[in-house]
């Protein structure tokens, strides 16, 4: 497969944001959760836990709840503030302020005509959910202290609040409190403090679930007013509950970490009447557990630790599958590393700002395996702050170095590099062309004289570099009238073809020189996560989330042969079982018949001359390569090498000197960053 000499770099100190809140939308299979910096993503759970979109914070904006109604989405937050989402431009579409100070809950009744919000001041104000916009309806009783959680009841006719050890239940219509419920707060040593009902559940039989800062889940009979029962689940805060469709399964997350399963069923084998019952903890997260989700088939969980958690229930379904499977999602599934090939300089992407490094170099007998001497160290040169208050949402670097570009929802910003190995300068380019107000992915050709940048309603932007101006050329549209964003660009090596793929699955090649639509690629069921475009042959190599690899030559506008033998063999079951998705392809220089692949766990060479493993063999063989004669390899020997060492992967690229750089962010790092988690007696301590 041939040796690469590699620029091992752990200096990117990204960290993640902690998860606040999550809501599934069982329509679409969406999960949309809120990060603490106020990001928003959506992973589509039927195609892989992909992450298909996400949407940049903002230092102004907090999310402290979020709703799906029906495909719209909707966040309340510190600001007090109800902000629907555009779904298609990724960014806010409008905010309505409810005045009522800080917004600390949001729910949707079961038919999704209107909006409850629980305020700062005491008060649950309703809002009619309207085709376009959101318009207030009226107040409801406003009660002492602040309201942390609600819930309608389905028939639509009643609504629960929690407050500050107090659960009031409302009529909708007439808007008066109904029923007004006292929590106990716990032991003797929490009397002085006041119990904070974080999560509140209306079933349809009346009967409501509440969590709180005690540690309990208590069932209560909302016509009474009294208390069924009382579950203590931890000796800290319960944070969130979660309650399946069909009312037969509740989840609790509390500040140690843990989820904890209740289920509605017969306390005793034969007895017809039920009650619920605590049946499984899970034990996922070494922080608090700040949402929940029971979506049928698994616990999807997620919190301080900011991994977002999916543990399958394994007696909901029948195969041992893929699905079956437990899966930690803690890195994003883009890129947010930039590399400049000809210059050996990395761009790295912060939310608030860009970093830029020269790699460093080494010389010795270079064996397998061994480390080099480090004779310069890695440098960092600079340092970009983004302008304004919206988070960063992509940016590049130019193969050359010398053109650096990155966008946030409302602005784009280019700015010219001269870097001659000492000194560097760096100059914001004044006026850029009207067209660019923001982009969802951006991408310098080969020769670095041209910008692509992907802007809204899947439109690709042509822009001309020069030293002396910035010009506007051509603007691609799509083709199959799709307004999804593109999240994916790539140009050929040669400046003729321009790749982009968007979240409808649909993948366009464009023909620069011409600028004209080529072609577009067959639609294929599962969203693409990554792709290039071989620079000799020309031919578009895609990696989808279902970890199946296509290849289409553009030239002929078909499939190549190799991706029809792969399609006709199929991969091996090991590869598509993968709970990663591959986020970088790039092709070897030295060798045009293989490329590199790589997800956050491992990189692989794949050489298009060997054969394809079969369902027998083994998949990471090479161990038993090494072990076995030259001659006899030839019998074992397959198109996948893998190479684990590395690990976790942000990016993996080829620089021109053929040397392969890997970036690396070990998962101990960034636990050592996390804020200290609760106190929690310990064996023999």
């Not at 966040?75 to 409008?94: A, F, M, Q, R, V």
């Not at 009397?191 to 509440?210: A, G, H, N, P, Q």
Request: charged share 20%; hydrophobic share 40%; aromatic share 8%.
């Amino acid at each position: 497969m041939g040796e690469f000499k590699v620029h091992r770099v752990r200096f990117f100190d990204y960290m993640p944001s902690g998860i606040r809140c999550m809501a599934f939308n069982q329509r679409t299979e969406r999960l949309a959760l809120a990060r603490l910096d106020g990001t928003v993503e959506i992973f589509n759970f039927s195609d892989r836990y992909f992450q298909e979109k996400v949407i940049p914070g903002n230092d102004a904006r907090s999310v402290e709840a979020i709703c799906w109604v029906a495909n719209r989405l909707f966040t309340t937050g510190l600001n007090g503030e109800i902000t629907e989402y555009d779904l298609e431009n990724l960014c806010p579409k409008y905010s309505v302020d409810a005045f009522g100070g800080p917004i600390w809950t949001v729910a949707c009744n079961a038919l999704g005509t209107h909006l409850a919000v629980g305020c700062e001041d005491g008060s649950v104000k309703l809002f009619e959910v309207l085709p376009e916009k959101i318009r207030f309806e009226k107040n409801l009783d406003r009660q002492k202290g602040r309201i942390l959680s609600l819930s309608w009841h389905p028939s639509g006719t009643r609504i629960v609040a929690g407050s500050l050890d107090v659960i009031n239940i409302f009529d909708v219509q007439s808007g008066h409190m109904m029923q007004r419920m006292l929590v106990d707060r716990g032991t003797v040593n929490s009397r002085t403090r006041e119990c904070v009902v974080w999560s509140v559940f209306f079933l349809s039989d009346f009967t409501i679930i509440s969590g709180d800062s005690s540690g309990k889940v208590q069932i209560w009979d909302s016509h009474t007013g009294t208390l069924n029962k009382a579950h203590l689940v931890s000796k800290w805060d319960v944070l969130a509950l979660s309650l399946s469709q069909d009312e037969s399964s509740l989840l609790a997350g509390t500040s140690e970490g843990t989820v904890v399963q209740f289920q509605f069923l017969s306390p005793t084998l034969g007895a017809s009447e039920k009650e619920w019952v605590r049946t499984r903890t899970f034990k996922h997260h070494t922080h608090d557990v700040r949402a929940v989700a029971e979506i049928g088939t698994a616990v999807v969980s997620g919190g301080v630790d900011t991994q977002l958690v999916v543990r399958p229930l394994l007696d909901k379904v029948d195969v041992k599958s893929y699905d079956t499977g437990l899966r930690k999602i803690q890195f994003p599934h883009r890129p947010l590393v930039s590399c400049a090939a000809k210059a050996g300089l990395l761009l790295f992407q912060f939310p608030v700002q860009l970093e830029l490094w020269r790699l460093g170099e080494g010389e010795g007998p270079g064996r397998p395996g061994h480390s080099l001497i480090v004779t310069r160290k890695p440098e960092k040169l600079l340092q970009l702050k983004r302008k304004g208050e919206d988070h960063i949402c992509c940016s590049a670097i130019s193969p050359c170095g010398s053109w650096v570009v990155y966008s946030t929802v409302s602005s784009i910003r280019l700015h010219r590099l001269q870097y001659d190995g000492s000194n560097i300068s760096i100059a914001k380019v004044p006026r850029l062309p009207k067209v660019l107000r923001s982009a969802h992915q951006l991408c310098f050709s080969a020769d670095s004289s041209r910008l692509f940048v992907a802007s809204s309603r899947s439109t690709v932007h042509v822009i001309a570099l020069s030293q002396s101006e910035c010009k506007y050329l051509h603007t691609f549209k799509s083709c199959s009238g799709s307004t999804e964003p593109m999240h994916l660009l790539v140009a050929s090596a040669d400046g003729r073809w321009l790749a982009a793929a968007n979240r409808a699955c649909e993948v366009h090649v464009y023909n620069v020189r011409s600028r004209k639509p080529h072609c577009i690629v067959p639609l294929y069921g599962s969203c693409p996560t990554a792709m290039a475009i071989h620079p000799s042959t020309n031919n578009l190599l895609m990696v989808h989330a279902d970890q199946l690899i296509f290849e289409y030559s553009i030239e002929e506008k078909q499939y190549t042969d190799w991706s029809r033998r792969v399609q006709k063999e199929g991969l091996h079951r090991l590869w598509l079982e993968r709970d990663t998705p591959v986020t970088g392809v790039t092709f070897n220089p030295s060798n045009a018949s293989q490329f590199l692949l790589h997800d956050t766990y491992m990189f692989c060479i794949v050489d298009q001359r060997l054969p394809l493993p079969d369902q027998k063999a083994q998949l990471y063989n090479q161990l038993t390569l090494k072990s076995l004669s030259e001659q006899d390899r030839k019998s074992y020997s397959h198109a996948f090498k893998f190479c684990k060492k590395y690990q976790p992967l942000l990016c993996v690229s080829v620089l021109e000197d053929q040397s392969v750089v890997v970036v690396e962010r070990p998962l101990l790092d960034i636990a050592t960053q996390l804020p200290a988690p609760v106190r929690q007696k310990k064996f023999a301590t």
